[in-house]
C-alpha cells in the first residue's frame, strides 16, 4: 500500500476518528480503494484552489482534516502557508516535525475552532504513522473529555510568548489566546471571563520590575491560591501569583515552563475540585487605603453597550392566557386566526337602497320601495322568511331601504345612496316611490356592497405571533369574538437602592446629611408609565452600605418566587470606599460581568451582568443618572424580556436643531443633555431646548425633559455646541407640534 492506504487505515479503522481528506491535485488517489470504507470523506480539489480549500476546512464539523499535496518547494506548494491563514495563527509547533523527514517537504499543523488541521507527506514510514496516530488520538480523547476551555494572555503584546504556551498545551487542551495592553484590560478580563472558562493563564511579567504590574491586578480580583506556582517556578527572581476568581484559576506560568509539568498540573486541578485553602471565603471590605486610585474597569462606548444589552439579556419564556380587553401592550405569544369571515354577509358601505342591477333601466328609473323590518336587518334577510312589507307599487322594479353595514337581501347586488335619490310618492310617513338623480346617473354591479368575506376571510392570519398589541389590534380580535389570547408571561423586575444617608420618603429625616431617597420613585414610575400591565415589581427598599448588607440583599433577591427576570440597584457602583455593587455582582454564581463602565456622561459607572436568566443593571445613585440610565438600558432589556421585537425594543432617535444657547461640551465623554423637543411645523423639523443646568443630581433638569440629546466630546476646533447646530436625539417622552 502507498503511505496514504497505511496511515489512514491505521488511524480511522484503529481510533474510528471523523474525518476528511483534502486530496490536492489527486495526490491521495491511489489510496482510496482502502480509505473509502473507512470513517473518512474525501474531497479532491484543484492545486492552487485556495478558496476551495478555506471552504472546506471552514465549513467542515469533522475532529481532524488532514491535507494531502502541495507541502514542496515548488510555486505550487502554497498549503502550509494557507493553513496558517485559516487557522489564524493557532499552529501546534512540533506536530509536522514528527511525521516529516524530508528536507524539501514543509508540513504544519494548527487548530481551526475545534478542528486539529495536519498536512501530510506522500511518503512515510510506519513509524512516523504511529506517532501521528498518537497524536491525532490524544487530540480526539482531549476534544471529548471534560477538559476546561483555558484563556492564555497575550499581555502588554507578548504574543510570540502567549503562542508559545498555546502550543505547549495542544492537543491536550484547547485555548485561546486574548490581548490585554494594560492592568485595566487585565482586570476587565478576570472580572468578566466566561464561567466555562476555568483556567486563565498569564505567561510572563511576573519579575520584580516596575512594569511587572500583572500581579497586584490578580491578586485584587480573587483569593490568593498559596503554593500553586510553586510547582511551576525555580527561579527566584521570577515567582508569579495565582489567585481564584469565581471559579476560575487564574495563573502567572514560567515563559519556558515545561509542557509536561504544566499540562500535568492543569489536568490535576481540573479532575479536582479546587478547595480546601484555596476556597473563596466571604466577601469582606477592604481597607480603605487599599482601594484603587483609578478605575480597574474599561470604559468602553456607547454603541458597544447597547450592543452587549441586546445581545445577553436573557430572553424571557413562558406564556399566559389573558382577557383580550386586558391585552394592550402585550406581547402576543400564539398567532391568531379569523374564525369567520368578516364581513359575514354581503353588507351596505352606504345608507340608501338595494336594488339588482339588472333592474336599473334607462335614464332616472323609479323604483317602490320596501322596508326590512330590525335596526340592520341582517337576521331577517338572511333568514328563511326575511321580514320584508312590501309598500311601494308592483310595476315598477323593488329597491330595500338599507343602513350602513346592514345586510343585503340575497338577490340585490347594488346599493344606490340615498343622496343619489328623489322621493316622488309617499304615504303614511313611509316611502313609497323614489327616482334616481341626476339626470345621467349611472351605476355599477356591487357598488356600496361590502362582500361577504371581502375584508377578512375566514382562517386568514389576524394578528402573527410577537405582535405588540395596540388599540386596534384589541377592536379586530372583538370583531371576531375573540375574548382570549395568549401572551408573553409578565416580567419580574426588583429594585433597591443602596446608601446610609437615604431614607424613604415619608419618613424622618434622622440627622442634617440625610436625604430622602427618589430613585426607586424614580424607577417604579419608568416602569408603570412604559409597562403598566406588564410587569410585576418587587421593592427591596433601601440597603445599608456595607458588603456583607448587599450581599444578603442579593441573595434574597435571587431567591423570590417567582425568580426574578431583572435587578436594578441606584448607587454603590462608583469610586467610593462603600460601593460594594459591582463586587457582589461578579462573585454571584454563574454571573457573567459584560460592562462596568461606559463612556457616557451622566451614568459612566453603570454596570451590566447576567446571572442564569436574571440580568442586572447597578445604576449610579446621582437621580438624573439614574434615570436616564434606566431609560436608554433598563426600558430596552425589559422589552425584549416581554418578546418584542428588536427594533421595537430601542427608543426612537430623531435630529433636532438646538435653539438654546451655546453648551459647553465635556471633552472626555459623549453627553446625553435633557432637553425638550418640540415639531417646529414652519420649517418641518425637529427643534431642542436646554432645560437648564445639567448636573447629575439635578432633577428639575428631567421635568421638562422628553428627549436626550446626543452631544459629542469637545476638541479644540468645536469646544461648544450653539444654536443652529444639529443632533441626534433619543426620545424619551411624548412631544407636542408648534
Known amino acids: 500500500y502507498s503511505f496514504c492506504t497505511l496511515l489512514f487505515t491505521r488511524i480511522f ?61 515548488g510555486d ?49 514510514s510506519l513509524e512516523k504513522a504511529l506517532v501521528l496516530e498518537g497524536i491525532l488520538a490524544d487530540f480526539i480523547s482531549s476534544k471529548n473529555s471534560t477538559n476546561p476551555d483555558i484563556i492564555i494572555v497575550d499581555f502588554k503584546g507578548c504574543s510570540k510568548i502567549a503562542s508559545g504556551i498555546s502550543n505547549k498545551l495542544s492537543p491536550t487542551f484547547t485555548s485561546t489566546v486574548k490581548q490585554v495592553l494594560n492592568d485595566v484590560e487585565l482586570m476587565s478580563l478576570l472580572t468578566s471571563q466566561s464561567p466555562s472558562h476555568k483556567f486563565i493563564l498569564i505567561p510572563g511579567n511576573d519579575g520584580l520590575s516596575q512594569n ?23 527561579n527566584t527572581i521570577h515567582r508569579g501569583v495565582s489567585s481564584l476568581v469565581r471559579n476560575c484559576v487564574v ?76 391585552s394592550l401592550g402585550r406581547v402576543l405569544a400564539e398567532s391568531v386566526f379569523a374564525p369567520i369571515a368578516h364581513p359575514p354577509f354581503n353588507a351596505s358601505i352606504k345608507d340608501g337602497y338595494a336594488i339588482c342591477a339588472d333592474d336599473f333601466v334607462g335614464d332616472q328609473p323609479i323604483f317602490s320601495v320596501s322596508e326590512i323590518i330590525g335596526t340592520a336587518g341582517a337576521s331577517e ?98 370583531s371576531m369574538g375573540i375574548t382570549n389570547i395568549s401572551v408573553k408571561n409578565n416580567v419580574h423586575v ?35 408609565q412604559q409597562f403598566s400591565g406588564r410587569h410585576t415589581l418587587t421593592d427591596l427598599g433601601i440597603v445599608p452600605d456595607g458588603m456583607q448588607e448587599v450581599k444578603k440583599a442579593f441573595d434574597k433577591a435571587m431567591n423570590l418566587i417567582p425568580k426574578p427576570d431583572l435587578i436594578i440597584t441606584s448607587g454603590g457602583v462608583s469610586m467610593g470606599e462603600k460601593d460594594f455593587i459591582k463586587t457582589v455582582i461578579s462573585s454571584l454564581p454563574n454571573s457573567t460581568t459584560h460592562f462596568q463602565r461606559i463612556s457616557m456622561k451622566p451614568g459612566k459607572p453603570t454596570t451590566f451582568v447576567t446571572c442564569g436568566e436574571t440580568a442586572i443593571f447597578g445604576l449610579p445613585g446621582n437621580p438624573v443618572s439614574c434615570l436616564v440610565c434606566c431609560q436608554l438600558f433598563c426600558v430596552p432589556a425589559i422589552k425584549k424580556m416581554l418578546g418584542y421585537p428588536l427594533k421595537d425594543c430601542r427608543h426612537s432617535v430623531v435630529t433636532a436643531r438646538l435653539t438654546s444657547g451655546s453648551i ?54 468645536r469646544p461648544t455646541a450653539d444654536p443652529g447646530d444639529v443632533f441626534s436625539c433619543t426620545l424619551i417622552g411624548a412631544f407636542r407640534t408648534e
Not at 446608601?499 to 434622622?510: C, H, M, Q, R
Not at 411645523?681 to 432645560?691: I, R, W
Request: proline share 5%; glycine share 8%; net charge negative.
Open 13 to 73: 479503522r484503529i481510533k474510528s476518528m471523523n474525518g476528511l481528506l483534502i486530496d490536492i491535485g489527486g495526490s491521495a488517489s491511489p489510496s482510496w480503494e482502502v480509505l473509502r470504507h473507512n470513517n473518512l470523506e474525501r474531497v479532491v480539489i484543484e492545486s492552487g484552489d485556495n478558496a476551495r480549500l478555506h471552504s472546506l476546512i471552514k465549513d467542515t464539523n469533522m475532529d481532524v482534516v488532514l491535507v494531502a499535496g502541495g507541502t514542496g518547494i
Open 381 to 478: 334577510i338572511l333568514s328563511e322568511n326575511p321580514g320584508i312589507v312590501e309598500r311601494g307599487e308592483s310595476k315598477h322594479p323593488t329597491a330595500y331601504r338599507v343602513s350602513t353595514g346592514a345586510a343585503i337581501p340575497p338577490h340585490c347586488d347594488t346599493v344606490i345612496q340615498v343622496e343619489n335619490t328623489l322621493l316622488i310618492k309617499e304615504g303614511d310617513g313611509n316611502e313609497l316611490l323614489i327616482q334616481t338623480t341626476p339626470a345621467g346617473y349611472s351605476i355599477s354591479r356591487w357598488q356600496d356592497i361590502r362582500k361577504e368575506g371581502s375584508d377578512i376571510q375566514k382562517g386568514s392570519l389576524l394578528i402573527p405571533e410577537g405582535s405588540i398589541i395596540q388599540p386596534g389590534d384589541i377592536g379586530l380580535l372583538s
Open 76 to 124: 505550487d506548494s502554497k498549503t502550509a502557508m494557507e493553513i496558517e491563514h485559516i487557522c489564524n495563527g493557532r499552529m501546534l509547533e512540533g506536530v509536522a516535525n514528527q511525521i516529516y523527514s524530508h528536507p524539501f517537504h514543509t508540513g504544519v499543523a494548527g487548530m481551526y475552532n475545534n478542528t486539529i488541521v495536519v498536512t501530510i507527506p506522500q511518503a512515510v
Open 494 to 528: 426588583v429594585i433597591m437602592s443602596t446608601g446610609n444617608e437615604i431614607v424613604s420618603a415619608g419618613e424622618d429625616l434622622p440627622s442634617k446629611v440625610s436625604i430622602f431617597d427618589s430613585n426607586r420613585s424614580i424607577l417604579s414610575s419608568v416602569l408603570e
Open 664 to 717: 459647553k461640551l465635556d471633552t472626555e465623554r459623549p453627553e446625553y443633555h435633557r432637553v425638550t423637543v418640540i415639531f417646529d411645523s414652519k420649517s418641518s423639523s425637529f427643534v431642542a431646548t436646554s432645560t437648564g443646568r445639567q448636573i447629575s443630581s439635578r432633577l428639575l433638569s428631567m421635568r421638562e425633559a422628553n428627549a436626550l440629546l446626543h452631544l459629542p466630546k469637545g476638541v479644540p476646533s
Open 251 to 326: 495563573t502567572h506560568v514560567p515563559v519556558d515552563v515545561d509542557g509536561q509539568v504544566l499540562r500535568d498540573l492543569l489536568l490535576e486541578l481540573s479532575n479536582n475540585e479546587v478547595g480546601g485553602d484555596v476556597t473563596p471565603t466571604e466577601l469582606r471590605e477592604e481597607k480603605v487605603s487599599s482601594r484603587p486610585r483609578k478605575s480597574p474597569y474599561e470604559m468602553i462606548e456607547m454603541k458597544l453597550a447597547h450592543q452587549l444589552v441586546e445581545e445577553h439579556t436573557p430572553g424571557k419564556s413562558g406564556v399566559q392566557t389573558i382577557h383580550t380587553s386586558l
Open 212 to 234: 511587572d504590574t500583572s500581579a497586584d491586578v490578580i491578586l485584587k480580583a480573587g483569593k490568593q491560591l498559596e503554593g500553586l506556582t510553586n510547582r511551576m517556578y525555580n
